[in-house]
Structure formats: C-alpha cells, structure tokens
C-alpha cells in the first residue's frame, strides 16, 4: 500500500463532505512552489527557462500556510525548483504538519541527508524523491554523474532516520520495461513506502522534446510496463489504482484540473500545474473566474497528449469515491494488491 491508512481515510472522508454538499469543484492536492531555483537542469525539465530576477524570488513561509488554509486541500506537494534550496523549508513543512495537511516534500535529494536533521518525522510528512532510472539512466536525465548514488545514500539515511519516503518517476518514450521493472524492485527493496509514476508533459522550452510521449505512446508503454510483469502486486505504488488503469487504457477520463491547484511565486497559476495562463491573486478568484471548460483532451491542443498525475489524479480519486461499487474496488486494489 503506496498511500497510508491515515492519508486514505482522511482524503475519503474529504471528498465524501463535499459530495454531500454538492460542491461542484474543490481541490484535493495543492501544489506549492515555494521557488523556481534547482540545483539541477534535467533534459525534460520546463522550469529552467526563468531569468535570474525570477529565480531569486521565493515565497515566505506565511505565503505558503495561507495558501494552504485559502486552499483547504488536504495533502500538500512542495516541489519547485529544488525545495530544499529554500532557507526557510523546514519552517514550511513544520507549519503544514501542525496543520495536519499531508506534506510531500518532493526533491532531488542532493542536499537531503545534509539537512535531514532540520526535520521531524511525522505521519504526515514524506520524502518524495525524484527517481528516473536505475543509475546509468538517472544521471543521463538529470544531466550530472553521480545524483543517482546521492539519491539512494539519502534514502536510505532518511529511513532509519523514521522518515517516510516516497519516490516520484518520470517515464519518457523509448524507456525499457524491464529496467522500469529492475528500478521499482530495487527501490521496494530501499525500503520506500511507495512510488509514483507518470509520463512526461511535453514542456515546449523543455531542452529534449524527442522523448515525450504521445497518448497513444504512453497507453502502449504503461501497458508493457505496468502488465508486462510478475511484480506489479509486490510494488506499492502511491496512486489510486484507477490512475493505474487510466495509464493503460483500460479507463478513460477526462481531466480534473482544479483538483491540484498550483501556488507559486507569481500567485495561483491557471489553469494547472503544466500550463501557464495567467495567474488569480486568491484562491478563489482562480476557482470562479477560471474558464475550466475551456481545458482538457478534445478542447485544448496543448492538453491532447498529457496523462499526468497532476491532471488525471483527482478524476481518478473522485472515479473510485462515486459509488460504493467503486469504493469497494479501489478500497481492495488499494489496501489488497
């Protein structure tokens, strides 16, 4: 089980309240970007792209809490950029985690085990770490020798440390189900509580554009990858199991972007994570003046290709919450593999 009891329960119960209100929109995951700044260029990256002015700006740590009180959402991702770049990250996670939002600080893990001690581990605090591919393929992604090496050394120190820690994959095409396969068995064996996966959204200042995927290249690859294998009820991985089944085809929807609302060093970014038009200076300006219907596959050419998490997540988990048929069904892939 990727995603914990307590997380479950509490999203479940989450979604369930505004199902029973009759809420037509409300988020489920808010996006924080504390800062743009990395200490990496990976190939597939569309961050690199700001100017130095930009790169500088970071957002206080009372920014980041009244963006997730404005929000109300009830896990909290804290990506960027590099988080822990920021001077003040640890302040940001204690505060989320004494306001009992599930924290998932996602980083490259280059400067994890240095500043490990400036965190407590809590259930509702996790590591999420940035891993691409077993060593050879990591580094060649992330552009510099030797990250994957610093990557499993952080793990490692993070889990006997009583850290919980998740890893985050992005798969691009041309990728070899078998070492996808090698990859998530050597990181059960690390010892991680769970691991996202997602094809790449093709960033258009992103310096490699041969490696996205189309839908179609995606739907065939998750397949081999993901049924192509005797491993898939030992690996834990940290997504409702309809998500999975959107990945190979075998559900389709259409994407949820108010579900994981973005704040960042500009303001609430429209519509969603991966793309960029415009900003709302609140919350709920972003919510009620957004024109979602005008996003998504068959409506934006820009959404065509794109089957992130971050997009199809949040239909995913209100799929699985629709009916009690569903809720049984995901409630046993889920908790049962």
């Not at 999203?11 to 199902?19: E, F, P, Q, T």
């Not at 989320?96 to 965190?119: D, G, H, M, P, S």
């Not at 490692?156 to 998740?166: C, I, M, S």
């Not at 960029?276 to 290709?305: I, Q, V």
Request: net charge positive.
């Amino acid at each position: 089980m990727g995603v914990s009891l307590r997380e479950s329960l509490k999203v479940g119960g989450y979604v369930l309240r505004h199902r029973f209100k009759g809420t037509e929109r409300f988020p489920l995951v808010l996006m924080l970007e504390p800062l743009f700044r990395c200490n990496l260029a990976c190939a597939g990256c569309g961050k690199i792209q700001y100017p130095e002015e930009t790169l500088r700006k970071r957002l206080s740590p009372e920014e980041c809490f009244g963006a997730a009180e404005e929000c109300g959402a009830p896990v909290v991702s804290i990506a960027g950029g590099e988080p822990l770049i920021h001077p003040e990250i640890d302040t940001i996670a204690r505060g989320l985690v004494q306001r009992k939002k599930f924290v998932y600080l996602c980083t490259n893990a280059i400067l994890l085990e240095r500043k490990l001690q400036l965190f407590q581990p809590s259930p509702y605090l996790t590591f999420s770490i940035h891993m691409d591919g077993l060593e050879k393929r990591h580094d060649e992604l992330v552009c510099r020798k030797g990250v994957f090496k610093t990557a499993v050394q952080a793990i490692t120190a993070a889990k006997q440390a009583g850290f919980r820690v998740t890893t985050n994959t992005t798969i691009f095409r041309g990728e070899d189900p078998s070492e996808m396969h090698a990859m998530f068995d050597f990181l059960m064996e690390l010892g991680v509580d769970g691991m996202m996966i997602s094809p790449g959204y093709a960033y258009s200042k992103a310096p490699d554009q041969e490696h996205f995927l189309r839908r179609q290249q995606t739907i065939q690859l998750f397949r081999d990858i993901l049924h192509g294998s005797r491993g898939l009820r030992r690996w834990q991985f940290n997504h409702s199991p309809f998500y999975l089944d959107f990945l190979t085809g075998e559900r389709s929807y259409q994407c949820t972007p108010w579900g994981n609302p973005t704040r960042n060093i500009f303001g609430w970014q429209r519509p969603c994570y991966l793309m960029s038009d415009g900003y709302a200076k609140t919350f709920r300006e972003l919510m009620e003046t957004t024109d979602w219907e005008r996003y998504g596959t068959g409506r934006d050419p820009r959404c065509a290709d794109c089957m992130v998490h971050s997009g199809y997540e949040a239909t995913s988990v209100l799929d699985s919450t629709k009916n009690p048929l569903n809720m049984l069904k995901a409630a046993k892939e889920t908790f049962f593999p």
